[in-house]
């Protein structure tokens, strides 16, 4: 068996459009191992909408091979395709519900497609409704269901085929932020108690810290940083991850034209999140630092500070703050003050 559930391999997708050819993804080479969470991320048109429809090859890529579960997909002839599609299941922005079906019915649709015998769908539809919290309105239709409801309906549905993988394609985007965090509950709750792996595709980081143990951050259509959340959180590497997990810490550094160079962002973890490390620092070393900002997060599942301080502008100085944040075990990064600024 193989390593990874889902491994991608030198991916390239092109369109054709009326203004030229236009490259949607550029070697894409992404694994994702069995049990993750791994989000997808990027701004608007970075191509991460294509690169999972790439995955179960709703889109046909250029180049490259999409290898899942130890299979290559690409190449496939179309009824073995569809074999091996139904362990992959999606779930949309838009719910893509049958509106002529109750909750019920559109449970079950995936099911008869497969030929499960009328009774037994049924019964199968009612257990993963109730894995949903969505039982009690399995008669409700479409047009009685809120969006939260909705789309619990579409991950029950998505969940019939007992996939091994469970695509999501800004599935909260359409929800206001209550139902998105109950809606994200549920998925991490799948994810967990059932092992199906998740690729979450979304443009929103709240998104990825809350439900992600792993994300690939995609720009112009190339990855270009993967690795923990955690990791990424705590030591991001490019602008663009920067900017995604730092919105606001961004702009107010940015705004803040400064003539500082010893500018640094502290990652702190779990049980050091609330440790007064930087005024202990400023009392120990008799030297005080300017803190740019700082914020408190939860990081799948972690507690996590952030901190962005300029040192002092004395170089001996600043190196005796530094070597006092490694000996306290604090983990920060060097915050490159023109890279900053063009970000």
Excluded: W
């Amino acid at each position: 068996m193989s390593e990874y559930i889902i491994s991608l391999q030198g991916v390239t997708k092109d369109f054709e459009t009326k203004n030229g050819l236009v490259q949607a993804l550029k070697g894409i080479n992404l694994d994702i191992e069995p049990g993750d969470a791994y989000g997808i991320i990027g701004l608007s048109g970075a191509g991460k909408s294509t690169l999972v429809r790439c995955i179960n090859l709703l889109e046909t890529p250029t180049e490259g091979k999409v290898i899942f579960d130890g299979k290559t997909l690409t190449g496939l002839k179309h009824k073995d395709l569809n074999l091996e599609r139904r362990k992959i299941a999606m779930i949309f922005q838009q719910f893509n519900l049958l509106m002529q079906r109750d909750a019920l019915g559109n449970v079950c649709f995936p099911l008869e497609i497969a030929g499960v015998p009328k009774d037994e769908a049924k019964k199968r539809a009612m257990e993963l409704l109730k894995i949903v919290d969505l039982e009690d309105r399995a008669h409700s239709y479409p047009s009685q269901l809120s969006g939260g409801q909705k789309q619990r309906v579409g991950i029950a549905r998505a969940l019939a085929t007992d996939p091994k993988v469970l695509l999501c394609d800004e599935a909260t985007s359409a929800l206001d932020p209550k139902t998105t965090r109950s809606i994200l509950a549920l998925l991490k709750k799948i994810n967990r108690e059932l092992g199906i792996t998740l690729v979450v595709i979304t443009h929103e980081m709240d998104v990825i810290k809350q439900v992600c143990n792993k994300v690939a951050i995609i720009e112009s259509g190339s990855i270009v940083e993967r690795g923990e959340v955690q990791e990424i959180f705590t030591k991001p590497k490019t602008a663009a991850a920067r900017k995604l997990f730092f919105p606001d810490g961004e702009g107010k550094e940015t705004a803040l034209k400064i003539s500082h160079t010893h500018r640094i962002r502290i990652a702190f973890k779990d049980e050091h999140t609330y440790d007064p490390v930087v005024s202990n620092m400023i009392l120990e070393l008799k030297a005080p630092v300017n803190i740019l900002y700082a914020d408190m997060d939860v990081v799948d599942g972690h507690q996590r500070g952030q901190m962005v301080i300029c040192l002092s502008d004395d170089e001996a100085v600043a190196e005796k703050q530094k070597a006092y944040l490694r000996a306290h075990d604090v983990d920060f990064a060097e915050v490159d003050v023109e890279e900053e600024e063009e970000a």
